[in-house]
């Protein structure tokens, strides 16, 4: 299946600073990607969808203000936590949909962010 | 009610049995249907896709769909020990837009 890598893999940052996570489609270019949190036992909550080249779309209750993203190529999307506070620490997954094999998604690594 | 629900599980069987993971969707729309396997503190990663009604077999996972009745499941023949993990089951209409994904079914494969 298609490559989707997402940097970084772990980051621990302290309460009130800012943390910058990367998405890549390695080998595919993504007009469209998801960003997702996942707190433990829980399943995955879509946050918002890149466009690339556009402003992203937030789902309702997540302040776009602060979960900063941005889609400059078809194959990089970022997602900027700013002011992270302890309540942030989560799992954060990136995806790709590949329009070549009929829109399957594919996800990054995951970044476990812990703000202390 | 919830756009996708998937049973919680846990569900768990033996070695060698099948699992039988099941899924319901609410929208009618639906046209992309996907099993992901998520083990624990990794992200998930794509197993099955199914399109059309009917069976589809990939080694030992067979992903069955019906779409009058607006199910989707997924079996697990010969289940290993490997195979524990929570199965999501996701849904979308069309091939750029986003999935909507159940809540998960939790899979233990005893030994």
């Known amino acids: 299946g298609a490559v989707v890598s997402q940097h970084p893999s772990r980051v621990i940052c302290k309460s009130g600073t800012s943390v910058k996570i990367e998405c890549r489609s390695l080998?595919?270019?993504?007009?469209?990607m998801f960003w997702y949190r996942q707190f433990p036992k829980q399943s995955l909550m879509l946050m918002a969808t890149?466009?690339?080249?556009?402003?992203?779309?937030?789902e309702q209750g997540v302040e776009k203000d602060k979960f900063l993203i941005n889609h400059a190529s078809l194959t990089l999307s970022t997602l900027t936590v700013t002011s992270a506070h302890p309540e942030d620490s989560s799992f954060y997954i990136c995806?790709?949909?590949?329009?070549?094999?009929?829109?399957?998604?594919?996800f990054g690594q995951g970044t476990r962010l812990t703000v202390v | 009610q919830k756009e996708v629900e998937q049973n919680s599980g846990p569900l768990s069987v033996p070695e060698g049995a099948i699992a039988s993971l099941n899924c319901t969707y609410s929208d009618r729309g639906s046209q992309s249907f996907f099993w992901y396997r998520q083990y624990s503190g990794k992200s998930p990663e794509l197993i099955m896709s199914?399109?059309?009604?009917g069976d589809k077999e990939d080694g030992r996972f067979t992903a069955q769909l019906n779409k009058a009745s607006q199910y989707v499941s997924l079996l697990i023949r010969d289940s290993q020990p490997s195979d524990s993990a929570t199965y999501l089951c996701a849904v979308t209409r069309n091939q750029g837009g986003k999935l909507i994904f159940g809540q998960g079914t939790e899979l233990s494969v005893k030994p």
């Open positions: 080998d595919f270019q993504a007009t469209t």
């Open positions: 890149s466009n690339e080249g556009s402003k992203a779309t937030y």
């Open positions: 199914i399109y059309s009604n």
């Open positions: 995806s790709a949909r590949d329009r070549r094999i009929r829109g399957e998604a594919f």
